[in-house]
């Protein structure tokens, strides 16, 4: 190969190193830093999809935080559930950031901060966060790993859910409303038990239901898993509800994404 010909080879190498990663092909090392970067100033285009039934998803300014997503979500006249979430990542540069089969083994972080006025009714059930599989089989859970919801108590629930659907309760705190705090999420992508994830409330690591800071369980089948925030609420829920969203981010460690 003559030296024109190599450096042409290794500029095309270059090119490709700067591909994002969309987390479907085999497993690569994992890059440093910060993955995907929530800034409303980007508006809804960092969400890969926007799910409203009925709801609306914009960006407004809080006297706090500045710009945050606004997700509101009201009544369906015929009594049944509603859903106002976003749905999954996209980067920069347009492309959709799918943590799959390219992630295994890579351990991942996400945080964010929330603000919640969502009227949970007593014996209903309302999910703020989900770590949502995709293109699971129809042997396989069709929710989970991870769900963030209340039940009507007063309680904030970090659900856990396995591919078979066996699902538990594995932390829970009061429910804060109408008041900013922080969460993050860490997780390893395994579709077996050296799967874990971890979970961080207003910068404190906190302890799950088997008296450990993690807790063990596949985190993937199916294709891929999207995070998902906004409101979606069981039918019997009744009225107007909001949350708001600031400074969600993906990265590697927590320190990457802690609010």
């Given at each position: 190969m003559d030296s024109l010909s190599r450096r042409t080879v290794l500029a095309g190498l270059g090119a490709l190193a700067t591909i994002p990663l969309v987390g479907t092909g085999t497993a690569t090392a994992a890059p440093a830093g910060v993955i995907w970067d929530g800034d409303p100033a980007r508006g809804t285009a960092v969400f890969d999809g926007l799910e409203k039934a009925p709801g609306s998803i914009t960006v407004v300014n809080d006297a706090t935080y500045g710009k945050c997503f606004r997700y509101e979500t009201w009544d369906n006249a015929d009594g049944t559930k509603e859903r106002?979430?976003?749905?999954?990542?996209?980067?920069?540069d347009g492309s959709v950031y799918r943590p799959g089969a390219g992630t295994l083994g890579q351990v991942q972080y996400l945080g964010?901060?929330?603000?919640?006025?969502?009227?949970?009714?007593?014996?209903?059930?309302?999910?703020?966060?989900?770590?949502?599989?995709?293109?699971?089989?129809?042997?396989?859970?069709?929710?989970?790993?991870?769900?963030?919801?209340?039940?009507?108590?007063?309680?904030?629930?970090?659900?856990?859910?396995?591919?078979?659907?066996?699902?538990?309760?594995?932390?829970?705190?009061?429910?804060?409303?109408?008041?900013w705090n922080t969460f993050a999420i860490g997780y390893q992508m395994s579709r077996g038990n050296d799967g874990w994830c971890e979970f961080y409330f207003n910068g404190k690591q906190q302890t799950f239901s088997n008296g450990q800071t993690r807790y063990p369980g596949p985190t993937l089948w199916g294709d891929h898993v999207n995070h998902k925030w906004g409101v979606y609420r069981s039918g019997g829920n009744s009225g107007h509800a909001t949350a708001l969203l600031n400074h969600a981010k993906l990265g590697h460690t927590y320190a990457d994404v802690a609010a």
């Open positions: 106002c979430e976003s749905r999954g990542l996209r980067l920069p964010w901060r929330a603000k919640w006025n969502v009227n949970p009714r007593a014996g209903k059930w309302i999910a703020v966060y989900q770590f949502h599989i995709s293109g699971e089989s129809s042997s396989q859970a069709q929710s989970g790993p991870f769900v963030l919801r209340t039940l009507g108590d007063g309680k904030l629930y970090f659900q856990l859910t396995g591919p078979s659907g066996a699902n538990k309760h594995i932390w829970s705190a009061d429910f804060p409303v109408n008041t």
